[in-house]
């Protein structure tokens, strides 16, 4: 009894403790705000110091260099086409073959040309003979001129032989007929006298006329002589006319036979047995075994420090982490735009402004294995230093 009674004493003289969920009502402190986490901050600030770096170095660059990936390899490029018509009998190429110059690619049929050959074959014979008769004529005539040449000279002599008789025997006569009136010499002797004179007369006449005749046929003698002399020069532009038809027809007949103009490498074979191909008709391409160059098309506001002969730095696609040594070459007198099928007119009403673009010919130096490989139409990144 008395313990109990001790007990609730106890309890009752015991200081009563607050609730639990009174005490944090009224006592809770507030709580610290949460640290930034370190990583974090290293990260951002490495972020934004990258950032910036890389930013700086883009920009110096950019002041140093001027770049484009609009640039592809180009290279020597041949048409192969047939400079006469005629039907193929054999094609000796095929496709992606290595030729060297002046190897048989096709052959067509020459037998059109071999008949055609024939002919002006003979034709440069006959006019060969024709020469040959036209000369014999021109030394006949010649022969001719000489012969009454010579006549005429001895009918000169025979003249002056007559005209010589003929002054003895007008003397004789005119002394013969003083003679007579006085019946010193008989009128037999008188007419002896006169039938001399006359005889001398007419011998010079003859002489006279034959003189005359002999030059007349040494005019047209000369004459002949002459006509030969231009036949001669018909006859051997005639030969020269047929040499030429005859070299015109060996030229034919070689072109039956087409071969590579070049060293290089044939493209696709567009041709087969029996075909018919036309003058100028376009059958596959040589790509010569040139060294390669590369067109890189630069935008306008990039040329302002361009030069020739910087150097160049090219990546091609299909080996972008090798570098190829280049230099600036050249550059175009035009735009691209210039150059195209239909260039563009900005004349007309409604005109925007496009930047334009300048074909720039990039030169490769060095002996780079790799550009053996390079094919024309790959394209490449062009790297130009400015300094």
Same mark, same amino acid.
């Given at each position: ?6 007990? $609730?004493? %106890? ?24 640290? %930034?986490?370190?990583?974090?901050? &290293?990260?951002? !600030? !490495? ?33 192969? #086409? ?32 071999? #008949? ?42 025979? &003249? ?14 005119? /002394?013969?007929?003083? +003679? #007579?009136?006085?019946?010193? !010499? ?23 006329? =034959? ?20 036949? !001669? ?8 006319? /047929? ?8 030229? $034919?007949?070689?072109?039956?036979? #087409? ?6 490498? &044939? ?7 029996? =075909? ?6 376009? +059958?596959? $391409?040589?790509?010569?075994?040139? $060294? ?8 306008? %506001? ?14 091609? @696609? ?5 570098? &190829? ?19 563009? @007119? *900005? ?33 490449? *990144? ?6």
């Amino acid at each position: 009894m008395s313990q109990t009674n001790e007990t $609730n004493e %106890t309890n009752s003289t015991a200081p009563q403790q607050p609730h639990e969920g009174h005490k944090k009502h009224h006592h809770q402190q507030p709580e610290p705000p949460k640290k %930034t986490s370190k990583g974090f901050m &290293i990260a951002l !600030i !490495i972020l934004v110091l990258g950032g910036g770096t890389f930013g700086v170095t883009k920009y110096i660059h950019a002041q140093h260099h001027e770049e484009t990936d609009d640039a592809q390899v180009e290279a020597n490029i041949s048409p192969v #086409i047939p400079r006469i018509s005629g039907y193929v009998t054999e094609v000796r190429v095929k496709d992606n073959q290595k030729v060297k110059k002046g190897d048989t690619l096709v052959i067509l049929d020459s037998r059109t040309e071999e #008949i055609q050959l024939e002919q002006a074959q003979a034709a440069l014979a006959a006019a060969k003979s024709n020469l040959s008769v036209v000369n014999a004529n021109t030394s006949v005539s010649r022969a001719n001129v000489a012969t009454y040449e010579a006549n005429v000279s001895t009918a000169d002599a025979q &003249i002056e032989s007559a005209k010589v008789t003929l002054r003895r025997a007008t003397q004789d006569y005119d /002394r013969y007929a003083n +003679l #007579i009136k006085d019946h010193t !010499i008989t009128q037999q002797q008188y007419e002896q006298a006169e039938a001399a004179k006359q005889t001398a007369e007419r011998q010079l006449q003859v002489l006279t006329d =034959q003189k005359n005749a002999a030059s007349r046929q040494t005019n047209a003698a000369n004459s002949q002589s002459n006509a030969s002399t231009q036949q !001669i020069s018909v006859a051997n532009a005639t030969i020269q006319q /047929r040499q030429a038809d005859l070299d015109n027809v060996m030229l $034919n007949l070689s072109y039956t036979v #087409i071969v590579a103009p070049e060293d290089g490498v &044939i493209s696709k074979v567009n041709v087969q047995i029996g =075909q018919f191909l036309t003058t100028g008709q376009a +059958l596959f $391409n040589v790509v010569l075994d040139t $060294n390669p160059w590369v067109v890189a098309n630069f935008k306008e %506001t990039q040329l302002e420090k361009m030069r020739e002969g910087q150097k160049v730095i090219i990546h091609v @696609d299909a080996w972008p982490s090798h570098d &190829i040594e280049a230099k600036v070459s050249s550059f175009s007198p035009a735009t691209g735009s210039r150059f195209a099928l239909l260039p563009p @007119d *900005n004349a007309s009403g409604n005109f925007v402004k496009v930047v334009q673009r300048l074909p720039v010919k990039i030169e490769l130096t060095g002996n780079d294995p790799l550009l053996k490989n390079l094919r024309p139409g790959m394209n490449v *990144n062009v790297d130009v230093h400015l300094d």
